[in-house]
Antibody, heavy 119, light 112 residues
Framework: EVQLVESGGGLVHRGGSLRLSCAAS????????MSWVRQAPGKGLEWVSA????????HYADSVRGRFTISRDNSRDTVFLQLNNLGAEDTAIYYC????????????WGQGTMVVVSS | VLTQSPNSLAVSLGERATINCKSS????????????LAWYQQRPGQPPKLLIY???VRESGVPDRFIGSGSGTDFTLTISSLQPEDVAVYYC??????????FGQGTKVEVK
């Protein structure tokens, strides 16, 4: 069974940091580009960051560039998202997603991990 | 920018639901004649699920009542006969300009 399991969310003060993890199983992780998509409470979907299969190329939405860092460990089938200098606008469910090889759409989704930034 | 319409709609069971997605720029390319537009379904309390890509290709396992169409800047998702399990928010997404991806604001579908 294909699974993406996120962890690391929680309550953090404004300006604080968190590290999200996403453990993959049931598919060949090293063949998938990976991404994070977030959803603020009651709002729509926002793409946050992506990383290619070997972890060399990383990309960020303007809203998080310079504050968030995506990385991956193919030996552990895990992708990470380091969140720094968090603000209230970062409060959201963070979904780990897999990019369909060669297609560029998100065909794999985790259940999400909630990040709440308090002021 | 992707703009969906309507923001919400209520449809009777068995009736047709139609959701529109308009892009501010063309997301079709002459080089491969493909439309870089996908549709996702998000049921309450669940993560999104890929329904359709290339504007009209159903993901494996997606019922054939879900029909994607359109090209260039105007796209449509049609649910030909609404079922109770189709109550959800539907999002369009462009992937014509990787490595950035943009979603529409979502359309909530309810049963009338």
């Amino acid at each position: 069974e294909v699974q993406l399991v996120e962890s690391g969310g929680g309550l953090v003060h404004r300006g604080g940091s968190l590290r999200l993890s996403c453990a993959a199983s049931g598919f060949t992780f090293s063949t998938y580009g990976m991404s994070w998509v977030r959803q603020a409470p009651g709002k729509g979907l926002e793409w946050v960051s992506a990383i290619n299969t070997i972890g060399v190329n990383t990309h960020y939405a303007d809203s998080v560039r310079g504050r968030f860092t995506i990385s991956r460990d193919n030996s552990r089938d895990t992708v990470f998202l380091q969140l720094n200098n968090l603000g209230a606008e970062d409060t959201a469910i963070y979904y780990c997603t897999g990019l369909f090889p060669g297609l560029g759409v998100f065909d794999l989704w985790g259940q999400g991990t909630m990040v709440v930034v308090s002021s | 920018v992707l703009t969906q319409s309507p923001n919400s709609l209520a449809v009777s069971l068995g009736e047709r639901a139609t959701i529109n997605c308009k892009s501010s720029l063309s997301i079709s390319y002459n080089s491969d004649n493909k439309n870089y537009l996908a549709w996702y379904q998000q049921r309450p309390g669940q993560p999104p699920k890929l329904l359709i890509y290339w504007a009209s290709v159903r993901e494996s396992g997606v019922p054939d009542r879900f029909i994607g169409s359109g090209s260039g800047t105007d796209f449509t998702l049609t649910i030909s006969s609404l079922q109770p399990e189709d109550v959800a928010v539907y999002y369009c997404q462009q992937y014509s300009n990787p490595p950035t991806w943009t979603f529409g604001q979502g359309t909530k579908v309810e049963v009338k």
